[in-house]
């Protein structure tokens, strides 16, 4: 990505190189991506609130760390934005549902009191789909969210705001959530990796659910790398390097989800770039797992749950749900005990069925979703999630990468799914590089 600003250009690992060599402070770095904000959210609709003051401190502590030469860690002094289902002291905790507008937690989330912890800059909240029940982030409370490869078009969600302001450069990297594939979706929509580690990697004490069995926290950035850094100190757990491997394992989709040409060209643009990269590649078809139904089945989980998580919002203030998503919860919380049950069965045994088949490969390349982005007038597609709903349900890391441009200038996507979080991260690195990395425009300087 080019920003023509190397504060912005550095990411989350450049930064801090950055502020070893005494080139840029902590400081300067937090007043160019407040300034950012100040200037291009209007237009993004990404920032649903900031702590400037907050902000300004912590980098002031930082500076102080760096010209001692004793850093806290490598995301020191780095600003770092949070999606708002995530606990931030003295912000507003809205999980982009009207009715928590007024909700300030006197506490951080865990993963926020780590990254404290870590020395990084905590920018503010960012937009969300709300309830994190959906994947455009048009926001009936806090309003859309837009792409910032294309106004008028979703970021995808739930964590859209992470990955618009990720990608437009309003924060060097972002937390996300994903249920059934909030951050990669977002992350392949706007050009940016997503990152979903194993689930419980990072903590979701002080996240508001959605579904507790699916929730995972994950991370945004513009690198491999820098997704790297921020998930170590989101969770306090170390992430190694590590070759890849054994053999992965390609997707084969066909009659079974339907994809978009320019997708499918990206994917088997990926596939050859695992192969020059001396990845040994097999062809795998998932011949009993029905991505349609079990989508479904998730999504039947992820309602019943988040009904139960509103319940008490919901009986005081159903007028600051809006219609869609009060809908939504209504439907989870009346279907039989005997469907979800069903649902939690067929899950469980899909995805054991899928590990078997995975035993032999070290990761499972896909695309990341079956289509690019799209206006918010369209609606969205009910497949969105087919491919990184596997992944949450198997609770396995995984990574959405960029894979560049479709001849319409929309961000294209893959996604690896792996045993191990260093595994997929370089599986990402390795088939992401061959790929010109773009900067959407009007956010480049």
Not at 119 to 145: F, K, P, Q, S, W
Not at 423 to 438: C, D, G, H, K, V
Request: net charge negative.
């Amino acid at each position: 990505m080019s920003f023509h600003n190397p504060i912005v250009e550095a990411g989350v690992a450049g930064l801090t190189a950055l502020f070893r060599d005494r080139a840029v402070t902590p400081s300067e770095a937090t007043e160019t991506y407040l300034a950012r904000i100040e200037r291009l959210n209007p237009m993004l609709g990404a920032v649903t609130a900031t702590d400037a003051e907050g902000a300004r401190a912590a980098a002031e502590a930082s500076g102080g760390r760096w010209r001692n030469g004793e850093p806290l860690s490598n995301i020191d002094g780095v600003p770092i934005a949070v999606k708002a289902n995530i606990a931030i002291a003295g912000l507003p905790w809205t999980s982009g549902v009207g009715a928590y507008r007024g909700r300030i937690p006197a506490r951080d989330a865990e993963t926020v009191e780590r990254l404290r912890a870590a020395g990084a800059v905590i920018l503010g909240a960012l937009n969300m789909h709300e309830g994190a029940l959906g994947a455009t982030t048009d926001n009936l409370a806090y309003g859309r969210c837009y792409n910032p490869y294309r106004h008028g078009w979703t970021p995808g969600g739930s964590s859209g705001g992470s990955g618009a302001a990720t990608a437009a450069g309003l924060c060097a990297a972002a937390l996300g959530t994903d249920t059934m594939g909030s951050v990669r979706i977002p992350s392949a929509y706007c050009g940016v990796f997503g990152f979903k580690p194993a689930k419980g990697f990072i903590s979701t004490a002080g996240v508001e659910p959605l579904s507790w069995t699916y929730d995972h926290v994950g991370v945004h950035a513009r690198s491999a790398e820098d997704a790297r850094l921020l998930a170590v100190a989101a969770s306090g757990q170390e992430i190694g390097s590590q070759a890849v491997q054994g053999p992965i394992a390609v997707l084969d989709f066909e009659g079974q989800v339907e994809v978009d040409a320019a997708v499918a060209d990206a994917f088997a643009a990926a596939i050859e770039a695992a192969r020059k990269a001396g990845l040994q590649t097999t062809s795998l078809r998932l011949s009993d797992y029905d991505f349609s139904r079990l989508r479904r089945a998730g999504l039947l989980v992820g309602e019943a749950e988040g009904a139960v998580v509103h319940a008490a919002a919901l009986a005081e203030d159903p007028e600051g749900f809006s219609p869609e998503f009060r809908a939504l919860l209504d439907w989870g919380a009346g279907q039989p005990a005997i469907k979800l049950a069903r649902a939690y069965r067929d899950l469980a045994k899909a995805v054991a069925e899928v590990e078997a088949l995975l035993a032999p490969f070290a990761g499972l390349l896909t695309p990341t979703a079956p289509q690019t982005a799209f206006p918010f007038e369209q609606g969205a597609p009910a497949n969105q999630a087919d491919f990184t709903a596997l992944g949450a349900f198997m609770g396995a890391p995984a990574v959405a990468f960029p894979t560049g441009l479709s001849p319409d200038g929309l961000p294209l996507s893959g996604q690896i799914i792996a045993r191990d979080a260093a595994t997929a991260l370089a599986l990402a690195e390795a088939l992401s590089s061959p790929f010109a990395r773009s900067t959407p425009s009007g956010f480049s300087a």
